[in-house]
Every structure is written in C-alpha cells, then in structure tokens.
C-alpha cells in the first residue's frame, strides 16, 4: 500500500489562498489516479477533486470549481490541491488518497494519508 503525507494546512482568512502537498513514497505513485477527500466537523467525508494517471484528466465537486485546482508532479511523487478563494464552509481535514480499485466512489480509495487541518475563519 503505497504511503501517503499531506502538509499544507493551516489557518487563513476568507478570500485567502493555501496549497496543500502530498507525496508518496512509492515509486509506483504515477500508476495511481489521485484524490482529494474533506471532513468538515460534522460531516461525513466527502470528494473534493480527483485527477488521472496523466495529470491532464481532473474532476471537482460542484462546491469547489473554479477555485480548486488539483495537479500532481510524478517525479516528485507528489499531488497537489491549490485553493484559492477559501471560504469558511471550505473549513475541513484534507485527505489524500490513491485510488486503488475500480470505483471512484471512497471506497475506490485504498490508500489514505492522516490528513491535514484548513480552517477558514476571519
């Protein structure tokens, strides 16, 4: 199981921009589709952005377009998610994650990093 870390988060204030980092640390990392995932106090966890082996194939969720962007450097072996004009409902655990199986559903993720904190708040 390929492991991933998250950093990146932090506290801004709305309007604000942060851009959080995942690496792994197998080299099988470019066989891998990538995703972003959030919890929000509360909620239940849910898709925030996905992107293909490639790097040229992305998804968000409805909440996040046009101010997310997901991109991943493979000889890095990493993924990234730039937000910019963050709002206080963006506030979460982002979660990293590789996707293992056949659905794109959470459970088509097999490998989770520990997640890292966003809090938008003025």
């Known amino acids: 199981q390929v492991q991933l870390v998250e950093s990146g988060g932090g506290l801004v204030q709305p309007g604000g921009s942060l851009r959080l980092s995942c690496v792994a640390s197998e080299r099988t990392f470019s066989t891998y589709a990538m995703g972003w995932f959030r919890q929000a106090p509360g909620k239940e966890r849910e898709f925030v952005a996905s992107i293909g082996q490639s790097g040229g194939i992305t998804n968000y969720a409805n909440s996040v377009k046009g101010r997310f962007t997901i991109s991943r450097d493979n000889a890095k072996n990493t993924v990234y998610l730039q937000m910019n004009s963050l709002k206080p409902e963006d506030t979460a655990v982002y979660y990293c994650?590789?996707?293992?199986?056949?659905?794109?559903?959470?459970?088509?993720?097999?490998?989770w990093g520990q997640g890292t904190q966003v809090t938008v708040s003025s």
């Open positions: 994650a590789a996707k293992t199986g056949v659905s794109w559903i959470i459970a088509g993720f097999g490998s």
